[in-house]
């Protein structure tokens, strides 16, 4: 069942490119691509198809660095925009999240937890592993002193919503920073998630969720990597574990939110997807059955939970738009607001793209 991943590389990127120049020069109505550069595979495989696509004199990367970012992160963002000499700039979205009240609200819930914490301290949420049996998905705070003495504590509920919900600013600012830059170049705006994100709602709704279309919302993360280095994607990238790069400790997306590394996740997702029983994806997996069927039982839990990051805005009725001629009036319920802010569920998905 191993292979049941493998994809033909090249015709994939073939078919993925031809639906970015129909997305964004067809429907779209766009001159060019702007693609958020995080230095993962994810964002650099969407800027590699989409400069193949229309070239890379018409993609922009950004990148978007913070306090609590790595600088690894931003030394890869480069390196994979100098790899597709796309156009880069940075914005440092830092002085805008601390004027919002990002890290001061972020302090405020994690004191509650642990009054020390302060200047110098660094903190991550983390899960439980799925494989030691079965788990409350329930999150819990590790923090770190200046000296390196950890703590680990669970947050009350709702000191946890508040220490989310502060951080939520900075994929929210991000996303802001995408769209100056594609309103003043007219261009559109490239989502970045790959299959196990737009599946499992590991993004932030109208942060990193926002997007004009996404281009690899159909493929596994082991597909992501193949894709990439078929690309040529630089090897360094594609050497990097999936990270977060949100809080100030350094943090894998498995200890973060999926709890199982990306490989086996894929197989469990593609297992369940298909309707395969634990059996006989566990032996692919290096799992055993009890472990797939755990997996199956938490991403069904991840689907309802995130079942709202998903929908479209709800509008009191549906309104069908006039055709030739503008609205006498913007307000409530007119044309053009709401529906699909987040391109995404019933009816909005804009995924562009499937192999």
Same mark, same amino acid.
């Given at each position: 069942?191993?292979?049941?991943?493998?994809?033909?590389?090249?015709?994939?990127?073939?078919?993925?490119?031809?639906?970015?120049?129909?997305?964004?020069?067809?429907? !779209? +109505? &766009?001159?060019?691509?702007?693609?958020?550069?995080? #230095?993962? /595979?994810?964002?650099?495989?969407?800027? %590699? $198809?989409? =400069?193949?696509?229309?070239?890379?004199?018409?993609?922009?990367?950004?990148?978007?660095?913070?306090?609590?970012?790595?600088?690894?992160?931003?030394? !890869? +963002? &480069?390196?994979?925009?100098?790899?597709?000499?796309? #156009?880069? /700039?940075?914005?440092?979205?830092?002085? %805008? $999240?601390? =004027?919002?009240?990002?890290?001061?609200?972020?302090?405020?819930?994690?004191?509650?937890?642990?009054?020390?914490?302060?200047?110098?301290?660094?903190?991550?949420?983390?899960?439980?592993?799925?494989?030691?049996?079965?788990?409350?998905?329930?999150?819990?705070?590790?923090?770190?002193?200046?000296?390196?003495?950890?703590?680990?504590?669970?947050l009350s509920a709702p000191a946890?919503?508040?220490?989310?919900?502060?951080?939520?600013?900075?994929?929210?600012?991000?996303?802001?920073?995408?769209?100056?830059?594609?309103?003043?170049?007219?261009?559109?705006?490239?989502?970045?998630?790959?299959?196990?994100?737009?599946?499992?709602?590991?993004?932030?709704?109208?942060?990193?969720?926002?997007?004009?279309?996404?281009?690899?919302?159909?493929?596994?993360?082991?597909?992501?990597?193949?894709?990439?280095?078929?690309?040529?994607?630089?090897?360094?990238?594609?050497?990097?574990?999936?990270?977060?790069?949100?809080?100030?400790?350094?943090?894998?997306?498995?200890?973060?939110?999926?709890?199982?590394?990306?490989?086996?996740?894929?197989?469990?997702?593609?297992?369940?997807?298909?309707?395969?029983?634990?059996?006989?994806?566990?032996?692919?997996?290096?799992?055993?059955?009890?472990?797939?069927?755990?997996?199956?039982?938490d991403i069904e839990a991840k689907?309802?939970?995130?079942?709202?990051?998903?929908?479209?805005?709800?509008?009191?009725?549906?309104?069908?738009?006039?055709?030739?001629?503008?609205?006498?009036?913007?307000?409530?319920?007119?044309?053009?607001?709401?529906?699909?802010a987040e391109g995404e569920g019933?009816?909005?998905?804009?995924?562009?793209?499937?192999?």
């Open positions: 069942m191993t292979e049941v991943l493998d994809i033909d590389a090249d015709r994939a990127c073939r078919e993925i490119e031809e639906a970015i120049r129909r997305a964004v020069q067809g429907d !779209l +109505g &766009r001159r060019g691509v702007v693609v958020g550069l995080s #230095g993962g /595979v994810d964002s650099a495989l969407t800027a %590699a $198809l989409s =400069a193949r696509a229309l070239g890379p004199d018409r993609v922009l990367g950004v990148l978007m660095p913070e306090r609590d970012s790595s600088s690894e992160s931003l030394r !890869l +963002g &480069r390196a994979a925009a100098d790899a597709l000499r796309i #156009g880069l /700039v940075l914005e440092d979205i830092g002085p %805008a $999240l601390e =004027a919002m009240g990002c890290y001061r609200r972020q302090v405020d819930a994690i004191r509650e937890a642990f009054p020390e914490y302060a200047e110098g301290w660094r903190c991550r949420l983390v899960l439980p592993s799925l494989l030691s049996g079965d788990r409350l998905s329930v999150f819990r705070l590790e923090v770190e002193s200046p000296r390196g003495e950890r703590k680990s504590s669970r946890y919503k508040q220490l989310v919900a502060a951080t939520n600013f900075k994929q929210r600012t991000r996303k802001m920073f995408e769209y100056y830059h594609a309103d003043r170049l007219g261009y559109a705006v490239a989502g970045t998630p790959n299959r196990l994100e737009f599946d499992q709602g590991f993004f932030v709704k109208l942060g990193d969720g926002a997007a004009d279309f996404k281009p690899i919302a159909h493929l596994y993360k082991s597909q992501v990597y193949a894709l990439a280095a078929h690309l040529g994607v630089p090897d360094e990238i594609l050497a990097q574990p999936p990270t977060t790069d949100t809080f100030s400790m350094p943090q894998t997306q498995e200890e973060f939110y999926f709890a199982l590394p990306y490989r086996e996740m894929d197989l469990c997702l593609y297992g369940m997807n298909e309707g395969l029983p634990p059996e006989e994806v566990a032996a692919a997996a290096g799992l055993s059955a009890d472990q797939v069927a755990r997996v199956y039982r689907r309802r939970a995130t079942r709202y990051l998903h929908a479209p805005a709800k509008l009191v009725r549906a309104v069908q738009p006039r055709v030739g001629r503008a609205p006498d009036r913007q307000g409530p319920g007119s044309a053009g607001e709401g529906a699909g019933p009816g909005g998905d804009s995924q562009v793209a499937e192999t």
